[in-house]
């Protein structure tokens, strides 16, 4: 009877061995199909995307210093991401006068940040880390208005931005803060949506 609890024993241990050999392989098996899927399946260096309106006039631009792309939910990280929203232009013609150009949209809308997510579909970015939204007259200008932001999700196509953080925003007349932003660059509008402080700026 002893022997065989010996020898029941010794194959218990026996199993439990062989089961602790196999248990780290199979383990880094996981991890690394697991890394596999989420993989990037391309990689790009100082990328460049540039969405233009139906009369062949620049809308509006994103850049980045590098981009890398996964399959599995069809969205890019980017790095040192760009927005600039062009200000559209109408051409008005008459028998009387010569082709002339009118501002449509006002002002330029520069947006960066160190970190951004691209998601393809629906064609928005989340930017991330040290968020600054800039109005400016022309793309060299001078800032007319300055916001940041911890993080702001950016709708490419619409020309919309929102954030549910803290938002700063810095003029020539106010400084002014609060919680959650709107933003439509459309019509050069910026909302901070509640606890909205403001302070005025005296010039002398």
């Not at 953080?165 to 509640?194: C, M, P, R, Y």
């Amino acid at each position: 009877m002893n022997s065989f609890f010996k020898r029941l024993t010794l194959l218990i241990v026996a199993i439990g061995v062989i089961a602790l050999s196999f248990w780290p392989t199979e383990s880094q098996e996981k991890q690394e199909r697991q890394q596999q899927v989420y993989n990037a399946d391309y990689y790009f260096k100082q990328v460049t995307i540039s969405k233009y309106a139906a009369n062949g006039q620049l809308n509006s631009q994103l850049t980045a210093s590098q981009m890398q792309h996964i399959k599995l939910t069809d969205s890019s990280e980017i790095s040192s991401p760009e927005i600039v929203f062009v200000p559209q232009k109408t051409i008005n013609s008459n028998k009387q006068e010569n082709h002339s150009t009118n501002n449509k949209s006002g002002n330029y809308w520069h947006i960066q940040a160190n970190k951004g997510l691209l998601n393809h579909k629906a064609n928005e970015v989340l930017l991330t880390d040290d968020i600054a939204i800039q109005q400016k007259k022309t793309a060299q200008d001078q800032a007319l208005l300055k916001v940041t932001t911890k993080a702001l999700n950016v709708q490419l196509d619409l020309k919309q931005a929102t954030s549910p953080h803290q938002v700063f925003i810095d003029s020539n007349f106010a400084k002014t803060s609060g919680s959650g932003l709107f933003a439509d660059f459309n019509i050069q509008e910026v909302k901070i949506l509640s606890q909205v402080h403001t302070q005025g700026i005296i010039h002398e």
